[in-house]
């Protein structure tokens, strides 16, 4: 980098046209202009018309064309032409695929393309070729044009500067809001949501007549459904519909700051099938999620016994979606069956919120829902005056050519003397009546027929009208109040046009609190349940056999490895491996790997340090009580439910340092109220149970003192049930309480040589 790229030996490159360039800077100046390109001319929309280059200049290429709403179709090659060669020098198929998508209905929440043919469906099947389909405008896109041709917006030279183009829309319709907008650039993207129209009026009306207005002012936490148009924004309002399920608060803070997301639900019923049977019935899918994928995805999970509650899967779609869900017996939950489906598949989505736009079309940056539409308003004052302006000037020049069309009807005969009899009537005309330039080539201008006496009363009709209207833009352009009332009346009319009492009007995405469930449960909805037999080796290799095994001679290890310890479980359940750093690892014994082979090494499947091992393993019940012991004889007492770990990397609980380190982990049975221990020099020591600390996490207290080596083994027990233990050949032996009088003593005392018949492992059994 920063080398020049002049080959060697080439002197000052004056002679061959070799130029040398600092290759770092030249690659920074290009990077630069490529980013802004993107964020410019690709990725961002426009505050205020919320549209990209692309999509303004198809709706301003179908204007040209004369494609309105009430007028004919034309096919979509004839208008992808039109914008490729006038407009936008890219490829025909990006502009086609542009096209399309503003006029599909589950993409857009207002389409602006009314098409005709195949425009692809929900499916995620494409549409046909360009020269098979029709387009012409919506309303929606006339409202985006409106007063285009009064001088609203400023025009730019299009790429070969054959043509013009306009920099912005006049936007009378809150295309930024209402239809949304995602889009990737160098170093930043845009992910808008589509909304209400109706919504967005009130809003925008609410913000004209209260200017101070916090972003709470306009949003609605409780609707009116018997008049939704008297709403204000409650939130996104997707053309496919779903729930959106998020907390009011989540909401509010996402609008503030221009970031956030919207986590969305599929619209589901239960249908009485007759005879205790039922089905569930899917008929609105989250926003931007393909119907056909979707039903694929869960299909796969079926088949990979995911969804042990679903039976079977159907697709009864037609023109509305209809996917079935059939569930394996009439006893299952549905609201749980729901939630395995919410948390597996897109049935339930995020849709983020990143509401960054070019600002006046020149700077890009993060708007809150206040300031995207107060910018959109501050656009419109700007197009009424600009329009207001060629109006008045119109006006103006009409008043003109009629105040001369007066004189000349005042002063008939002398006008067509002139005419029929001077060389040069204009400057004749001009110099006797003071008439302007304009003014008298109107006169020389008039046909006969129009010197009748009934003309001569509708110009001055016509006059006093121009005259009045003349007096009203002026008033109207001296007046902000006026101006902003103006502004208020346009967006009241755009409410009423496409208010909730019209089809395309009507809020679809409907909002309600996720239901509350219990994790368990749904957990075990989303695995199939089956008894196994969970395998560890002493190397640290796990694997989950099929069925309870009651031997396990047979198990096979890799060399130089055994057992190290084996349990009965459930797929459903959770195991907890405790290690000698004092750490806790949860895994789910349905992500064990099957019987065959060895298993895997337990570091694959949690990230366990690698000078650790395991000191056990179990099933978790949280219910249950443990106790933690280190080598050196420190413990402590946690609830076993405050142990479980939820990421990878475990839970430290206990605290070690080398060279101690956990040895014990021993669950306390209810009822038990003393401890035994026994060190490595043969000593035992019993004491109650209450001298323990419980604890979260930490260190411990000393159990038992010793000189050299450290624990062997402890044991929790019921005083007045005895201390029992079993020898290596199988026999029970009991310790009453009369007889463990001489051990019993206080914690952290070096106890007594344990009694005869006690095993030589130093092992309780």
Known sequence: MGKSLIPPGSGDGDGDGIEPVDLK???EERYLAYALSTIMHRAL?????????VHRRIVHAMRLLRLNPDQRFAKCASIVGEVMGKFHPHGDQSIYDAVVRLAQPFSVRYPLVDGQGNFGNIDGDNAAAMRYTEARMTEAATELLSGITEDAVDFRATYNEENEEPTVLPGAFPNLLANGSTGIAVGMATSIPPHNVAELCKASLHLIDHPDASVEDLLTQTP????????????????TGGIIVDRWETIVEAYKTGRGSFRVRAHWTVEDQGRGTWQIVVTEIPYGVQKAKLIEKIAELLIARKLPLLEDIRDESAEDIRVVLVPKSRSVDPAI???SLFKLSELENRFSLNMNV??????????????????WLDHRKEVLVRRSRHRLAEIERRLEILGGYLIAYLNIDDVIRIIREEDEPKQVMMARWDLTDVQAEAILNLRLRALRKLEEFEIRKEFDNLTAEKSQI??????????????????????DRFGSRTDLGRRRTRFADAPEHDETHIQHAMIEKEPVTVVVSEKGWLRAMKGHLSEFDSLSFKEGDKLKLAFHAQTTDKILVFTTGGKFYTIGVDRLPGGRGHGEPIRIIVDMENDQDIVTAFVHDPKRKLLLVSHL???????????????????????VKAPDEAARCVFINSGDDHVAAVGENRKMLAFPLVQIPEMGRGKGVRLQRYKDGGVSDIKTFALEAGLTWTDSAGRAFVKSKD???EWIGDRASAGRMVPKGFPRTGKFG
């Open 337 to 339: 069956l729901m939630e």
């Open 358 to 375: 070019l600002s006046r079309g020149r700077v890009p940056n993060i708007v809150s829902l206040k300031e995207a539409l107060q910018q």
């Open 474 to 495: 002026e008033a109207l352009l001296a007046s902000d109040a006026k101006q902003w009332k103006t502004i208020r009346w346009e967006v009241e009319k755009l409410r």
């Open 739 to 741: 007889e463990l009088a």
């Open 633 to 655: 004889g420190y413990g402590f007492v946690v609830p076993e439910e405050e142990v479980a770990a939820n990421t990878r990397k475990g839970k430290q609980v206990m605290n």
């Open 25 to 27: 800077k030249a690659l």
């Open 224 to 239: 009116h459904p018997e008049d939704d148009d008297e709403n204000m924004v409650r939130g996104p309002d997707f053309p």
């Open 45 to 53: 929309p426009d505050v205020r018309d919320g549209m990209k280059p």
